[in-house]
């Protein structure tokens, strides 16, 4: 039924020309766009050492595992401005209908 989005591969550009907030510029600049990457976990949260607590000693794998797919992904873009270094985060949405994204978002925040 659904079109297999493990192949789908989406061409982003290295560079973008968008609006820069900054009180400096408050206009359109030249942007490079990295993807930004997920920070270390933290071995001393609390859920972490809940979870090590509870994985301890015998027993097994003691809470569920996730194996859902997901359909579309959401991609965090950071935009560093070219002429000096000012760090923006974005968040992009491939494989989904706009619509449908926004409509998602608005149930995210409630």
Same mark, same amino acid.
């Given at each position: 039924?659904? +079109?297999?989005?493990?192949?789908?591969?989406?061409?982003?550009?290295? &560079?973008?020309?968008?609006? @820069? =907030?900054?009180?400096? @510029?408050?206009?359109?600049? %030249?942007?490079?766009? &990295?993807?930004?990457?997920?920070?270390?976990?933290?071995?001393?949260?609390?859920?972490?050492?809940?979870? $090590?607590?509870?994985?301890?000693?015998?027993?097994?794998?003691? =809470? +569920?595992? !996730?194996?859902?797919?997901?359909?579309?992904?959401?991609?965090? =873009? !950071? !935009?560093?401005?070219?002429?000096?270094?000012? =760090?923006?985060?974005?968040?992009? @949405?491939?494989? @989904?209908?706009?619509?449908?994204?926004?409509?998602? %978002? $608005? &149930?995210?925040?409630?």
């Amino acid at each position: 039924m659904w +079109p297999n989005y493990e192949i789908m591969q989406v061409n982003v550009p290295k &560079t973008k020309k968008t609006y @820069c =907030k900054n009180k400096k @510029c408050k206009k359109h600049t %030249l942007h490079k766009v &990295t993807q930004s990457k997920k920070g270390k976990d933290s071995l001393a949260a609390q859920g972490k050492r809940r979870y $090590d607590r509870k994985q301890s000693g015998y027993g097994g794998q003691n =809470k +569920p595992v !996730f194996h859902k797919k997901v359909i579309s992904k959401w991609l965090w =873009k !950071f !935009f560093v401005l070219v002429s000096y270094v000012l =760090k923006q985060l974005r968040r992009l @949405c491939l494989g @989904c209908n706009v619509r449908v994204a926004n409509m998602f %978002l $608005d &149930t995210q925040s409630r």
